[in-house]
């Protein structure tokens, strides 16, 4: 015969475990709801995501197309009047000097490659490639008559920026990891005989082992800036009178 | 017989509860029904045997359902199943209990068979 008191015992305990097993049954097959949610709130961001990405690329190809259009337009203007010759080559200019245009001519393309020297004992951040050589190479070109300049196929613009995050290197926002391609438009002896001056940009990058290789061309194609320009700070000043 | 009814009202209860475990907690209840199992199972063989003790069933159930969810915690922390040992234990004299009411039920009808 069991005890009544045992019985009665067991029974509270009993009636605990019936609860906690419902409850904890109810919460699981909810949390799994939940979870299931929120994996299909991700799958449906993701095709939203990709949709954009479409519509974006579609819009782009777009504007390309009404560049190129209004460059005929232009041409075609200008094809019927002297002053409207002059405006489309003071706007031609405008076009290379910032930009947004892709332009081609003779020049040089300079590469720059890691140090290969493999001696371990010596701080290894000097052989490696840092923005300030890129610039002093950007720099140097500028300074030898260079119209227009891109590194890794990014444009420099007036406010092109070639800035060191980590290991990598960012340009117009894009990062970018050597071998850094720097191509320049000019005259490509001047250009060449600029960066191989004595003490120069190339006999310093040499002296920490970075790889230099300078090649002349008499076509090299340099492409338009792809970013957006949206000024927030700098207004045109209004000049008064004539 | 009582307990089976007291298990029938506690699912009631939980039926009706509109209480929901969030999923951080939910691994904390299920060791602690392992645990209540393990009570149950061992007060039912207990009384059977005639050796049950209030004192160490309440107390017993209590004090492993907070070890299990104690190991649970630690467990989480170090990101080692720990908990896997209450599991065991648990598992272990479940079935012991078990095969001890079983033996006892059997004995009482084959018993009055033989009357």
Do not use: W
Request: aromatic share 8%; glycine share 8%; hydrophobic share 40%.
């Amino acid at each position: 015969m069991k005890n009544t008191k045992a019985q009665i015992a067991i029974a509270f305990i009993c009636i605990l475990l019936g609860f906690m097993i419902t409850v904890q049954v109810k919460s699981v097959r909810k949390n799994t709801a939940v979870n299931n949610q929120t994996m299909q709130r991700a799958e449906e961001l993701q095709t939203e995501l990709k949709n954009e990405k479409e519509r974006g690329d579609s819009l782009y190809k777009q504007v390309l197309q009404y560049e190129k259009d209004l460059q005929e337009y232009q041409k075609n203007a200008s094809d019927s009047s002297d002053q409207a010759k002059g405006l489309l080559k003071q706007l031609q200019n405008a076009q290379i000097q910032s930009g947004m245009t892709d332009v081609e001519g003779p020049g040089v393309t300079v590469t720059l490659t890691d140090s290969q020297d493999k001696s371990g004992d010596v701080d290894a951040a000097l052989f490696v490639i840092h923005d300030t050589d890129i610039l002093r190479v950007v720099n140097e070109l500028f300074g030898a008559g260079a119209e227009a300049i891109s590194v890794n196929d990014e444009r420099m613009i007036a406010t092109s920026e070639i800035r060191c995050v980590g290991n990598v290197v960012t340009i117009n926002g894009n990062r970018y990891a050597p071998p850094y391609v720097i191509k320049a438009i000019g005259s490509s002896d001047t250009l060449e005989a600029g960066l191989n001056i004595r003490d120069g940009v190339v006999d310093e990058l040499k002296h920490y082992k970075i790889g230099v290789t300078i090649k002349k061309s008499d076509k090299i194609s340099i492409g338009r800036y792809n970013g957006a320009f949206n000024p927030k700070y700098a207004v045109p000043v209004q000049k008064g009178g004539d | 017989m009582i307990p089976f009814i007291g298990l029938l009202i506690g699912i009631a209860i939980g039926i009706f509860t509109p209480y929901h475990i969030s999923s951080q907690y939910s691994s904390y209840v299920a060791i602690a029904i392992l645990a209540a199992l393990d009570s149950v199972f061992g007060g039912i063989a207990a009384s059977l045997q005639k050796t049950f003790n209030m004192k160490i069933f309440i107390s017993g159930f209590f004090g492993n359902a907070l070890l299990a969810a104690g190991l649970t915690f630690i467990g989480k922390k170090l990101d080692v199943d720990i908990y896997l040992a209450a599991v065991i234990v648990f598992g272990t004299r479940l079935f012991q209990n078990f095969a001890v009411i079983r033996r006892f039920l059997l004995n009482k009808y084959v018993k009055r068979d033989n009357i």
